[in-house]
């Protein structure tokens, strides 16, 4: 079992920053890749960022390439999302993900097995 915490969300205006954290804890050797979540009002969950968690590499969707950013910390089991340029579109809870594919991250919501409880980001104009 992975455990997943998030943290560092908040409120802010159009055009601001935050970061995101998410401390993984437990079996984390059974995962090789990390994702953020997004879902806001009436819409459905949609991917934002991953990462393969081997090598670093990662991959993000067109709405937010270019303005955020996923990275990773293992001495700490801790994946970031950067957040720049926020738009009131962002405005969304963030969920962090993990799972296990063996190199490639970019799948859809239902293959990831572990989740966080979520992380609320509010942008205003």
């Known amino acids: 079992q992975v455990q997943l915490a998030e943290s560092g969300g908040g409120s802010v205006q159009a055009g601001g920053s935050l970061r995101l954290s998410c401390k993984a804890s437990g079996s984390t050797y059974s995962t090789d890749c990390m994702a953020w979540f997004r879902q806001a009002p009436g819409k459905e969950r949609e991917g934002v960022a991953y990462i393969y968690t081997g090598v670093g590499r990662t991959y993000y969707a067109d709405s937010v390439k270019g303005r955020f950013t996923i990275s990773q910390d293992n001495d700490k089991n801790t994946v970031y999302l950067q957040m720049n340029s926020l738009k009131p579109e962002d405005t969304a809870m963030y969920y962090c993900?993990?799972?296990?594919?063996?190199?490639?991250?970019?799948?859809?919501?239902?293959?990831?097995?572990?989740w966080g409880q979520g992380t609320q980001v509010t942008v205003s104009s």
């Open positions: 993900a993990a799972g296990s594919f063996g190199g490639y991250c970019r799948y859809a919501d239902w293959r990831y097995t572990y």
